[in-house]
């Protein structure tokens, strides 16, 4: 079983970036479509972003397209979520997950990291 865990999150101004890592514990870690989510207090969790296994194949939702950006790195076992421009809007809880496929469901993935806080002042 993958265990995972987020680092990166933090406080950043409107306009400036963050790099989120996932780090993966167990020897599966390539065999998982990874996704990154978020939670912003009082709404739903929504999706961000998702890799294939390969790391060829990538998606995002609408609202991040063009200013993040999902990597993988299968040898260190770890996901990775560029953020660039980042607005108020963005500040949530983000999330890391694994999945056996790809999707942007939430209830999909049988995986979840503890989350890591963003905070984005404007």
């Known amino acids: 079983q993958v265990q995972l865990v987020e680092s990166g999150g933090g406080l950043v101004q409107a306009g400036g970036s963050l790099r989120l890592s996932c780090a993966a514990s167990?020897?599966?870690?390539?065999?998982?479509?990874m996704g990154w989510f978020r939670q912003a207090p009082g709404k739903e969790r929504e999706f961000v972003a998702a890799i294939s296994w390969s790391g060829d194949s990538t998606y995002y939702a609408d609202s991040v397209k063009g200013r993040f950006t999902i990597s993988r790195d299968n040898a260190k076992n770890t996901v990775y979520l560029q953020m660039n421009s980042l607005k108020p809007g963005d500040t949530a809880v983000y999330y890391c997950a694994a999945a056996g496929i790809i999707t942007t469901a939430p209830g999909q993935y049988s995986i979840w990291g503890q989350g890591t806080q963003v905070t984005v002042s404007s």
């Open positions: 167990g020897r599966t870690f390539s065999s998982y479509v």
